[in-house]
């Protein structure tokens, strides 16, 4: 898990760190869409608190290793995305894990309240925001990868498809 070396990152342009195994049942839904539309994704926990090192390491070197993208998912005292956001130029999307006791609104307000000049694009709460933190990081990836984009706008177009207009 330390050594962020290329080869552990697979040629993946997404990264998606989390705080803790237990956050995987959520941050899983990230993967979503990128599994969808064929676009490489790596995963690992990265604790802010208990794996500090391991942070540092991967926040100085994810676009050395060819990361584009970087989704950060955590709960309760939810410093992870900030903390990578401060040691990355790289584009970096916070998802609030929902917590044991405050229900996860508690590392949404901690996520969306980054000082000015740091930033991190924080998703909803959960599940919904785990997997629009994927669809996000794929939007980005598509802004300079035009067959990326079709497969985006054909995947819009057939969840538009998919809505029943009756209600039964
Ligand atoms: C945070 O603490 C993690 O992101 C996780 O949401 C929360 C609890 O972690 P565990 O005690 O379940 O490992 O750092």
Redesign the pocket.
């Known amino acids: 898990m330390q050594d962020n070396s290329d080869k552990n990152f697979g040629g993946a342009r997404i990264a998606i760190v989390?705080?803790?195994?237990?956050?995987w049942e959520v941050m899983q839904e990230a993967t979503r869409v990128p599994r969808e539309l064929d676009v490489a994704f790596s995963t690992r926990v990265v604790?802010?608190?208990?794996t500090p090192d391991r942070l540092v390491d991967f926040a100085r070197r994810a676009h050395e290793n060819n990361i584009a993208v970087i989704i950060a998912?955590?709960?309760?005292?939810?410093h992870?995305p900030g903390m990578v956001a401060a040691m990355t130029h790289l584009p970096v999307i916070a998802v609030p894990?929902p917590?044991?006791h405050l229900g996860g609104l508690d590392?949404l307000l901690s996520m969306v309240q980054m000082p000015r000049g740091i930033a991190v694009s924080t998703q909803a709460i959960g599940a919904s925001g785990a997997f629009n933190a994927g669809l996000v990081a794929v939007q980005m990836l598509a802004l300079a990868d035009s067959v990326l984009a079709r497969k985006i706008i054909q995947w819009r177009s057939d969840q538009t498809s998919a809505v029943p207009e009756e209600v039964k």
């Open positions: 989390m705080g803790s195994r237990s956050d604790s802010a608190h208990r998912g955590a709960g309760g005292s939810a992870l894990v917590g044991k590392s």
